[in-house]
């Protein structure tokens, strides 16, 4: 059977034209890249310049860009003032010279020459002053160093003629072991301690036994040529003590103690200008620590204070003032003096 022409689907041919668009743009963004890549190349440069250079350089640099000149015009010599007449020259006498331009400029904040001249000299006056204290502050502590030498030379001549004198007599060499001599940050410190068997005090007071008595006085001798102030200190045991008035206890009896020995160092020329304190410590600083009840803890203390080291001078006061200066003692006047009873506990009167 035949078919009908208008059952058949017509055919359709479509052209397709391929355009190269490619060639036209392919290329851009190599040129955009390369740009980018220059610029990240000139910044990385210019930190590592930044870092590699020193502020003259950088200076020099940033002075080479920006050139500064008083006049942006030039003469026709090549520089301002740097043209010639005949009869007089110019300011430009060397080519190789850059003419500059010297300008007197007064302050402007109301100030005068001879205010600033004053200014000047007020800051010189404080620098003098200030090198002039340090030089005294540098003679005290070299004068204080020298003392402290010449003090602890005149503790060893004392502790070694203590020594030979306490061994030259017969009567004293027996107690030799009872004096202990040694250094203390307050100075040199002479203890009279008991011994089992010899004490130094009658118990439970304060009366000296003549060997005590004595000792006191070697001691006495001996330090009486030094100009050094004494403190006198008593030490008791730690075992309690109740004497026959109520309340008197080791604190008492360490200060009664202690009253008599000085008083027995005053006897043998130790006058009270000498004496810086008198005081009584009970059983609050034993000599043997792991014994409390020992009897070398009761003891006389008898310590050569050092003297006090040279003061540097005071410095004046910023303002110019005049520093008032503390009164000075009357000349041969005794050193004041000061006689205490260390009472650490309760005191029962």
Partial sequence: MALNNSDVAPIIIKKVKKVA????????????????????????????????????????????????????????????????????????????????????????????????????????????????????????????EEQREAENARFDAAEQ????????????????????????????????????????????????????????????????????????TGHTDSVPFRGAKRGHGNWELSSDRAQATRRVLDEAGLGAERIASVAGRAAQDPLLPEDPTSARNRRISIVLLRQPAPEPAAAAPASGGNAAAPAAAPAGAPATHTLQRDWSGPRVR
Avoid: C
Wanted: hydrophobic share 40%.
């Fill in 21 to 144: 668009h490619a060639a036209h743009h392919g290329g851009a963004w190599k040129v955009a890249y390369a740009d980018f890549v220059t610029a990240m190349m000139a910044f990385f440069l210019l930190l590592w310049l930044l870092n590699a250079t020193t502020e003259v350089q950088k200076q020099g640099i940033s002075d080479y860009f920006s050139p500064s000149s008083v006049s942006k015009s030039t003469g026709g010599a090549g520089g301002m003032l740097g043209g010639r007449t005949i009869s007089t020259p110019g300011a430009m006498t060397s080519r190789t010279a850059v003419p500059s331009v010297s300008l007197s400029l007064e302050p402007t904040s109301g100030a005068t020459r001879g205010d600033a001249e004053e200014e000047g000299g007020a800051n010189d006056k404080s620098e003098t002053a200030e090198d002039a204290l340090r030089e005294a502050e540098k003679a005290v502590l070299a004068r204080a």
């Fill in 161 to 232: 003629q203590l020594r030979q004198a306490i061994d030259g007599s017969p009567d004293l060499k027996e107690f030799a072991d009872s004096i202990l001599v040694d250094r203390t940050p307050e100075g040199l410190r002479i203890q009279i301690v008991d011994k089992e068997g010899r004490p130094m005090f009658a118990s439970g007071n304060a009366n000296m036994h003549d060997r005590t008595r004595k000792l006191i006085a070697q001691v006495a001798a001996t330090i009486l040529p030094l100009p050094n102030r004494i403190k006198v």
